[in-house]
């Protein structure tokens, strides 16, 4: 039977660099564009909850959060016998982040393969 061998694997910290900045820069678009989706979900009166959607980041373990800022996001969200208007929906996060984590991570994977 073969042994196997170790590898030591130095990366330059310059590209080291770069690869942590194009992850965070990516994390940090895909979760632009969850913001986005779930915007266009969101139930819409006089556009206060959706203004008040952000995206904040973590850079230093490559995470991002979206969330919405009003008394009454939470409800709006969790309420499913709430009426809303067509096209418009409780549940507007949580469907957005679910529908589009194949084109997050394939947002986050361009966006390092592009700055390598």
């Given at each position: 039977m073969a042994r196997g061998r170790a590898w030591k694997v130095s990366i330059?910290?310059?590209a080291k660099s770069v690869?942590?900045?194009s992850a965070n820069r990516g994390v940090a678009l895909a979760a632009e564009h969850i913001l986005g989706v779930s915007n266009d979900q969101a139930p819409i009166e006089e556009s206060t909850l959706i203004r008040s959607g952000t995206v904040?980041?973590?850079p230093g373990n490559f995470t991002a959060a979206v969330s919405y800022d009003t008394p009454y996001a939470a409800r709006q969200h969790e309420d499913m016998t709430l009426r809303h208007d067509s096209g418009r929906n409780a549940k507007y996060l949580e469907n957005a982040m679910n529908s589009?984590?194949?084109v997050a991570a394939?947002?986050?994977r361009k966006t390092i393969a592009g700055e390598l």
């Open positions: 330059n910290p310059s690869l942590n900045g904040s980041t973590d589009e984590v194949k394939e947002i986050i």
